[in-house]
């Protein structure tokens, strides 16, 4: 490029610049992007929050979910949500999570029932997620509510009903994050500690993979 | 693998080393049988015949011969390998980027298959003009690149309780650390608009899993990218491709893979993955909730269990460092199991956010040795032993393990993963 043509160019290029500044004092920095209408979003905004925002219309009873339930979800996680191998068991360990074994459930640590609509309405079942309709989902989310004694067989969960499930753990959480909780500050660099003991070895455990390719 | 011999084979065979130092080291990495041919002053096949031309292999490979640098999983620790996690192979990198292949895996729903044409991001909720953009539509906004380590919350997770992997790979190989590009956060929402009211956001993937996490508002305008590249190609499919959230220094599950929308909202949205999942179980049964910054953490990777001593003399230790809270200032190395500490000369450049190589010069002798080593981050943060951390957290926390690790190096040689008082 030729030096007057470079001129040339990086005028056009500033006056650009100047168009796009402009713009941005109406809102819009670059113009990228269309506008989402509500439809668009409607397809995709599948979030249900604690407060209720998000969960449609619809409803379901725990005697409705059971049917739904061991023919979708029982496969993993058993007919009562005891689960199958490692998949996620869904009920029991009440008064085991200050344990040496804490089971974190549905009822025994999930805070929000909100959680458990959007995660099976999001995610499950496993390999066939947002394949459950939205009564299925209600229906589904109260019977493993009711595997966990939190409510009744013939309670109905809808919108307003479910952000006023009583979940036993709703309080069990700490927002604020108190870290750093170990001492700061300037490292000890000499003579920091008496004898020291070897408390746990690996190998004996034998629990490491052989390290052959996968 | 190549001419070499497998692992299980050179055990049996008992191949003599140096000294005979740490010839059955469990985890110890393959020793190659070696060939006078190809050795001076005999003239290998390679110096003489022509080798492969160009275009033979047109996306380049390892050469065969490093077949065993890999990422490897851990089969007994989850139900599935669609919701897993496999590991960095830590004691095979140098430097302080990781190759976009070795980068680790943690799916909760399989690697989705996404078509780039057809993939869209939608910001909506609190902002004044909801938006949807195409992949070419963000890859038109200014581009930034940037170093960060992405490390899962659970890295270490299953040495809680006690000593139980014998290698550098499963204990610290849920880390990474790539250069991505991408989009500033801010750009993306400044674009829609936020109203006053937004404090929070949810980001969720377009995975089968639909991973949701909520961020809050003032990280999202801090430093958070949505990306669409690593190492300066587009993301692999396994890291999110085409595009994922970055949310620097910050636990790896709320790095949105397959990245499709984005609420913003006032309050948040307590999903599964920071309710049910995530969040740390204290002595006492309370569970701490909002825990997102990686804490600083440190390891030796050479030796461990996989790279054991195999001669004595001078060894340069060599490990890595990082923080979530900024850059590594300092990092000691102990010989002693703690007592007595040195300090490591850190290789540049030392970034914030970003794994940080560190060497120790040493020469050993023969002896046993608790060989530990120390970080430091910018803000005075000091890496704790696990007994100070199981002191105020217990052993049930799972996640946010960053404990100074110990590893017995053995008059052998083998090295083996301990925990001492």
Known sequence: MSRSRKVAFLAVAMTLVAAASAAALGGERYGLGQQASPALIAGWDIDARPDGQGLPPGQGTAADGEAVFVERCATCHGEFGEAVGRYPVLIGGSDSLASSNP???????????????????????????????????????????????????????????????????????????????TPVGTPCMADCKGETKIMFKSKPLDVTPEGESN | MGPGVGRRAFISGGAALTAGLAAGAAGGRIVRAESAAGQPPNVPDW????????????????????????????????????????????????????????????????????????????????????????????????????????????????????????????????????????????????????????????????????????????????????????????????????????????????????????????????????????????????????????????????????????????????????SGRGAIKQVDVSLDGGKNWHTARLDTPVLSKCLTRFYLDWNWTGEEVLLESRAMDETGYVQPSIVELRRVRGRNSIYHNNSIQTWLVGANGEVENVQIS
């Open chain 1, 103 to 181: 089971v974190k459930t549905v009822g025994s640590y999930w805070p929000y029932a909100s959680t458990l609509w959007d995660y099976i309405h999001r995610a499950m079942p496993f390999g066939d997620a947002q394949s459950l309709s939205v009564d299925e989902t209600y229906a589904v989310t109260a019977y493993v509510l009711y595997l966990n004694d939190l409510v009744a067989e013939d309670f109905v969960l809808n919108r307003e009903s479910l952000p006023k499930v009583d979940m036993p753990n709703r309080n069990g959480f700490i927002a604020e994050d108190p870290r750093p909780d």
């Open chain 2, 47 to 322: 110096s003489r015949y022509l080798g492969a031309g160009v275009d033979a292999v047109p996306y380049g490979a390892p050469s065969a011969h490093e077949s065993e640098v890999v990422r490897r999983t851990v089969e007994w620790l989850t139900a599935t390998p669609e919701s897993s996690v496999n590991f960095t192979p830590l004691q095979d990198l140098h430097g302080f980027v990781t190759p976009n292949g070795l980068c680790f895996e943690r799916h909760h729903g399989g690697v989705a298959e996404v078509d780039p044409a057809d993939h869209r991001l939608v910001i909506h909720g609190l902002v004044d003009k909801p938006l949807v953009f195409t992949m070419d539509d963000l890859k038109r906004f200014p581009p930034v690149s940037r170093f960060y380590f992405l490390e899962c919350a659970a890295n270490g997770g299953m040495e809680w309780r006690g000593a139980q992997l014998n290698s550098c790979q499963y204990t610290h190989g849920m880390v990474h650390c790539v250069q991505w590009t991408g989009v500033p956060l801010k750009t993306l929402l400044d674009e829609a608009g936020l109203k006053p009211k937004a404090k929070w956001l949810l980001a969720e993937g377009a995975d089968a899993a639909g991973m949701t996490r909520s961020v809050p508002l003032h990280k999202a305008l801090d430093d958070c990218l949505v990306a669409y590249s690593q190492n300066g190609e587009r993301l692999r499919p396994e890291q999110g491709y085409p595009l994922r959230l970055l949310v620097p220094g910050w636990e790896g599950n709320m790095w949105i893979k397959w990245l499709r929308r984005i609420e913003v909202g006032d309050m948040p949205w307590h999903t599964r993955e920071e309710t049910s999942k995530y969040t740390d179980v204290m002595a006492n049964g309370k569970a701490r909730q909002f825990t997102w910054v990686m804490d600083a953490k440190s390891v030796i990777t050479d030796p461990c269990p996989e790279n054991p001593m195999r001669h004595k003399g001078y060894h340069p230790i060599t490990g890595l460092a990082w």
